[in-house]
């Protein structure tokens, strides 16, 4: 594959320092409230005092043991999410696309769920989810025929119609499924980081999965213009879209895994940083990675603090937040269209 410079629209370099350094402040600030926030409140300079010194305490438990581990899991969520987002919207040339319209959520929900009902958690939670995911996308790659040759519309309509079988079945599963095991299955369903693990192994893939897709994003720059000028150009047009694909099902299938279906972030991420930076995906991966961390750590926090000592599934909060921020979003781009 020849690497391709080409003309987007420019930014100019103080906007994007400026952009970056916001954001990275914004997720320091985010991830400190975090911290602070909950049933259990902890000033923000002990907090400081806490994650510098690492002092014994009741406080300091729950800082470290409970919450920072939310905070660093809801931040690579987030930023898999948004990643894949973006990822999805080149692929489907969709602006409307988003990570689960393939299908990838609900074949990791109706596996994980049938690990809750008869009582599994923990690594038999993760490898349901993990199986169905990936069923899910062979499921969705060899019956769109992408195997022989990439159509966007066949992926999204196959995608869209194995989507809503997973559906079926999780309405089945909730409906036959013990009274008991409910409440963890519809909090799962709605997302919800209290299942996610510790370690920082997702840190680890979304780093994986950002440096591939950093470097074909000259490529999906000229993608965009259409596949015979990308072709034109130099451009192996099906392998982007093959490598595109999985790096984008991956990222989703692992955002599943940890903390269940959470919606709005990869479609109102992308919109809004494009709106700020531009649609050059050298600079719009990165910064749609931190807005994401940003926006689901913010999230959660809200889902923690709200109705404390009882917690929202985070999903809901992406939700409330996402719908009036979407229509900002698209009244803003028609403005700018018409302007």
Request: glycine share 10%; aromatic share 8%; net charge positive.
């Amino acid at each position: 594959m020849a690497l391709v410079n080409i003309n987007l629209h420019s930014t100019p370099r103080s906007r994007i320092i400026l952009l970056f350094g916001a954001l990275i402040a914004a997720a320091a600030l985010t991830g400190l409230l975090a911290l602070a926030s909950g049933s259990v409140p902890v000033p923000l300079r002990e907090v400081l005092g806490i994650m510098v010194e690492s002092a014994p305490g009741v406080n300091a438990q729950i800082v470290l043991e409970l919450r920072l581990p939310r905070v660093i899991s809801g931040f690579a969520v987030g930023g898999m999410l948004a990643l894949a987002g973006v990822l999805m919207q080149i692929l489907l040339r969709n602006p409307l696309a988003e990570p689960y319209i393939l299908g990838v959520s609900g074949g990791a929900s109706v596996f994980a769920l049938l690990a809750i009902s008869i009582g599994l958690a923990g690594i038999w939670l993760t490898l349901g989810a993990c199986f169905g995911a990936l069923l899910t996308m062979f499921m969705v790659f060899v019956c769109s025929g992408s195997s022989a040759g990439w159509n966007p519309l066949r992926v999204l309509l196959t995608g869209v119609v194995i989507a809503a079988g997973w559906g079926a079945v999780i309405s089945f599963l909730l409906a036959v499924s013990p009274a008991a095991r409910l409440h963890n299955m519809l909090f799962w369903l709605m997302g919800d980081l209290s299942f996610s693990q510790s370690g920082g192994w997702y840190y680890l893939l979304l780093l994986l999965a950002l440096l591939p897709a950093m470097y074909y994003a000259r490529a999906l720059n000229v993608l965009a213009g259409g596949d015979l000028q990308a072709a034109a150009l130099g451009v192996s047009v099906n392998r982007v879209r093959v490598i595109t694909y999985f790096l984008a099902s991956i990222l989703t299938a692992t955002a599943v895994i940890q903390a269940g279906s959470i919606g709005f972030i990869g479609l109102i991420v992308p919109h809004g940083m494009r709106l700020l930076i531009g649609a050059d995906n050298r600079l719009l991966m990165p910064a749609s990675v931190l807005a994401g961390g940003i926006l689901l750590v913010f999230a959660d926090m809200l889902a923690r603090a709200l109705l404390a000592p009882r917690q929202l599934p985070v999903g809901v909060l992406t939700a409330l937040i996402g719908v009036p921020v979407f229509l900002l979003l698209l009244r803003s781009a028609g403005a700018r269209q018409r302007s």
